[in-house]
């Protein structure tokens, strides 16, 4: 298993796309898949500066994929770089892929003078960052979707 730049698996662009519609898609009616591909085009235009995407793949297989993004949430302004999209498909999950892409993205984020990182979940999927030293610092109910925004401070 290998943790790549999607600017370097593009290939995989369509399957990210088809992944966030169906699970993010009802958040969004007005949204169509041909869209959410263009946003996930966008995360693989980069190696170096934000917004980026990492993927987790055994050679075609793509197994877990993780963006570095700023200011997801209008709510938050100072909260600046924010980890999103976080997806293994329902079919991998279970098998650790989360534990190898998290902290690859956690120590790029780092290694590129990120001191914090924010992001938002529903309910639940707070136990899974808990484990990855996140903290909740807000709740929220978004459009009847119960949220939380949680914080990763890098010493």
């Known amino acids: ?11 995989f662009i ?9 699970e ?6 007005s949204r169509s898949l041909e869209d959410i591909a263009i946003k ?16 987790l793949h055994d050679d075609d297989e793509l197994l877990a994929v993780a963006e ?3 200011h997801e949430h ?5 909260y600046k770089h924010w980890l999103g ?3 293994v498909p329902p079919d991998k999950r279970g098998k650790g892929y989360s534990n190898i892409i998290l902290p690859h993205t956690f120590r790029h ?6 001191s914090s990182l924010y992001l938002q979940c529903e309910q639940h999927n707070i136990d899974l960052y808990l484990k990855h030293d996140f903290e909740v610092v807000h709740r929220m109910n978004d459009d009847g979707v119960e949220k939380a925004v949680m914080a990763l401070k890098f010493e």
């Open 14 to 22: 369509p399957t990210i796309a088809q992944w966030y519609f169906n």
């Open 109 to 114: 984020a780092k290694s590129v003078g990120i």
């Open 68 to 70: 570095l993004k700023f």
């Open 40 to 55: 996930v085009s966008a995360m693989a235009e980069s190696r170096a500066t934000l917004p980026l995407s990492f993927v």
């Open 85 to 87: 999209g976080v997806f």
């Open 1 to 11: 298993m290998t943790v790549s730049f999607l600017a370097d698996k593009k290939q």
């Open 24 to 29: 993010w898609g009802r958040l969004t009616p």
């Open 74 to 78: 209008p709510d938050f302004p100072d």
